[in-house]
């Protein structure tokens, strides 16, 4: 016997749990994603998320408000009568009402291992803070931030040089069947939910533009966590003169390094940047407007000389 359910969801990052549930032989009865939004070279075409395009493909009504404070909209969601609903990185913050508006309540796949990086960007904040490990937590919603109790949890390791991009795919995979795993319990009357822990909560604060620049007088681990956090977007970065103009360079890959000298200076042909204390070997770059190079491709077309002051 499947379940009825309604997906809540947006980003990539989303679309295997989706797919799972519907594979897994549940109902999908209706998908909740965030509403189009401009896109396109120039910005002038409405693009929808991945989500919504995943639910065309499967038939699927959507639904996309833009919140639900119209009493309309949540006598709509009811009506549904489902028996869950699942969320994994809606970007909306749901009612009491909806969280309540199923028979079963609402279900949450969230990247992180609660309560350390609850909030908008906890896979960007584990790496930026040099976590070694992440995962993925199914936990039932409340009306808190993800503070609800926990009923699955899946870890993996962070490798020393991982991206926030690789983890992100890896999380994806490994939350879709967790979520499946889930709701296969919930639907037999065997899935226990547990407490969060209340020490060790942290906030994933959604990533500011102004947090992005590289400081390279910061430690060489610090700067090395920095920018494989925010790879491969929003990307860290650093300016430096090319043909007399000041220009700005994403970092997209780095490994540690060694050697030292001034912050920020370069200190070999391979692109060795010198920190506040170590260094790192800065390994994948983007010029504006340009495409992501491995170092060595790019200091062919962009030379980067020994002795240059980067910031």
């Not at 919603?141 to 009923?151: E, H, N, S």
């Not at 069947?177 to 296969?184: C, D, L, P, T, W």
């Amino acid at each position: 016997m499947a379940l009825r359910i309604i997906f809540m969801g947006t980003p990539e990052f989303s679309v295997p749990t989706l797919d799972a549930l519907a594979e897994a032989g549940h109902e999908i009865v209706a998908v909740y994603t965030q509403p189009p939004r401009p896109g396109g070279r120039r910005g002038l075409d409405l693009q929808k998320s991945p989500v919504h395009q995943a639910a065309e493909k499967l038939g699927v009504p959507v639904f996309t408000p833009v919140n639900f404070k119209e009493p309309a909209e949540r006598a709509a969601f009811r009506a549904l009568d489902a028996d869950v609903a699942v969320v994994v990185a809606y970007g909306l913050l749901l009612p009491e009402e909806v969280l309540g508006g199923t028979r079963l309540g609402a279900y949450n796949g969230h990247a992180s291992l609660l309560p350390r990086w609850r909030g908008a960007a906890p896979i960007q904040r584990a790496l930026m803070a040099g976590d070694r490990e992440s995962g993925m937590m199914v936990m039932k919603m409340d009306k808190g931030l993800d503070t609800g109790p926990v009923a699955l949890t899946r870890k993996v390791e962070i490798a020393h040089d991982m991206t926030a991009g690789e983890l992100h795919d890896r999380l994806s995979r490994i939350g879709a069947e967790a979520i499946v795993e889930a709701m296969a319990k919930l639907e037999a009357g065997d899935l226990p939910l547990t407490p969060q822990a209340s020490e060790g909560v942290l906030y994933a604060a959604k990533i500011d533009k102004g947090e992005t620049r590289i400081n390279f007088a910061r430690d060489a681990h610090d700067v090395h966590n920095h920018v494989r956090g925010l790879a491969p977007f929003p990307g860290a970065w650093f300016e430096v003169e090319i043909n007399g103009k000041p220009e700005r360079v994403k970092v997209l890959g780095s490994t540690l390094a060694e050697g030292q000298g001034r912050p920020g200076e370069v200190l070999d042909e391979y692109l060795t940047v010198a920190c506040g204390r170590g260094a790192v070997r800065l390994t994948r770059l983007q010029r504006a407007g340009g495409k992501p190079l491995a170092a060595t491709e790019f200091l062919r077309g962009t030379p980067i000389p020994r002795g240059v002051v980067v910031s």
